[in-house]
């Protein structure tokens, strides 16, 4: 089993920075892909960013240039660093694990944490 931990949410003004975090336990979870996903009031949940054992990784176009992912396997984290944020940023997070290969989609993720509110006035 993997479990999951997200902190790092809160609120912040449009163009302000906030930094996610997903601690991770249990099976050894520098083999498995690791990805962040968000879920705004009404909408449905949608890919954010991916990053695969090794270190590639993959971003929607919405956050490209203004989000970084970051892997440390021997602290077993993974952190978002998200600048220039938006009020469309605005949504619940989630970090989630998968061992597909260049796994997008959120029925690929087989571990999921509990979630983190951010939230971006205008």
């Known amino acids: 089993q993997v479990r999951l931990v997200e902190s790092g949410g809160g609120l912040v003004q449009t163009g302000g920075s906030l930094r996610l975090s997903c601690a991770t336990s249990?099976?050894?979870?520098?083999?498995?892909?690791m990805g962040w996903f968000r879920q705004a009031p009404g909408k449905e949940r949608e890919f954010v960013v991916a990053?695969?054992?090794?270190?590639?990784?993959t971003y929607a176009d919405s956050v490209k240039g203004r989000f970084t992912i970051s892997r440390d396997n021997t602290k077993n984290t993974v952190d978002l660093q998200m600048n220039s944020l938006k009020p469309e940023d605005t949504a619940v997070y989630y970090c989630?694990?998968?061992?597909?290969?260049?796994?997008?989609?959120?029925?690929?993720?087989?571990?999921w944490g509990q979630g983190t509110q951010v939230t971006v006035s205008s």
């Open positions: 989630a694990a998968t061992n597909w290969r260049r796994a997008i989609r959120p029925d690929e993720f087989a571990y």
């Open positions: 990053i695969s054992w090794s270190g590639f990784s």
């Open positions: 249990g099976r050894t979870v520098s083999n498995y892909g």
